[in-house]
């Protein structure tokens, strides 16, 4: 694994991990930044789910923690809930893929409500993790 991803994910705060006992792996339970409880994670997703495709397209039903991408020649990460990207200030709010062979990183607008997606195209990307655990 990526040294600068092992570190980004460390600086996550809102992230929920939940340790397996028996697998001994780590499962990341998925979540929105700034949305309180798993009815309220799930509603804001569904919003900005909603904002994204109207202006996109067709949106998969993956649910993205993790874009690992070529930027520029240099390996670089989006993680949900870190500020630590190359997409402006704010946290990264919601990672979707498009039907259209791009992914969609959503981070929050200066002093607007809606996201701003910016896209990566597929051939650009290394990987994406998905959530491992559903709210």
Same mark, same amino acid.
């Given at each position: 694994?990526?040294?600068?991803?092992?570190? $980004?994910?460390?600086?996550?705060?809102?992230?929920?991990?939940?340790?397996?006992?028996? =697998?001994?792996? !780590?499962?990341? #339970?998925?979540? @929105?930044? +700034? *949305?309180? /409880?798993?009815?309220? *994670?799930?509603?804001?997703? $569904?919003?900005?789910?909603?904002? @994204? +495709?109207?202006?996109?397209?067709?949106?998969?039903? #993956?649910?993205?923690?993790? =874009?690992?991408?070529?930027?520029?020649? #240099? #390996? /670089?990460?989006?993680?949900?809930?870190?500020?630590?990207?190359?997409?402006?200030?704010?946290? @990264?709010? +919601?990672?979707?893929?498009?039907?259209?062979?791009?992914?969609? @990183?959503?981070? /929050?607008?200066?002093?607007?409500?809606?996201?701003?997606?910016?896209? !990566?195209?597929?051939?650009?990307?290394?990987? *994406?993790?998905?959530?491992? +655990?559903?709210?």
């Amino acid at each position: 694994m990526d040294p600068a991803a092992d570190a $980004q994910l460390a600086n996550v705060e809102a992230g929920p991990r939940v340790r397996s006992a028996t =697998l001994n792996e !780590v499962f990341m #339970r998925f979540f @929105v930044p +700034a *949305a309180g /409880q798993s009815s309220e *994670a799930e509603e804001t997703y $569904q919003g900005i789910r909603d904002h @994204v +495709a109207t202006f996109v397209g067709p949106i998969t039903e #993956r649910r993205i923690y993790r =874009l690992n991408y070529d930027g520029n020649g #240099r #390996r /670089q990460s989006a993680l949900v809930g870190s500020d630590h990207h190359g997409f402006g200030k704010g946290p @990264v709010l +919601a990672i979707f893929e498009g039907c259209d062979g791009v992914y969609y @990183v959503c981070t /929050q607008k200066d002093g607007m409500h809606e996201p701003e997606p910016h896209s !990566v195209h597929n051939s650009a990307v290394i990987d *994406a993790e998905d959530f491992s +655990a559903l709210a």
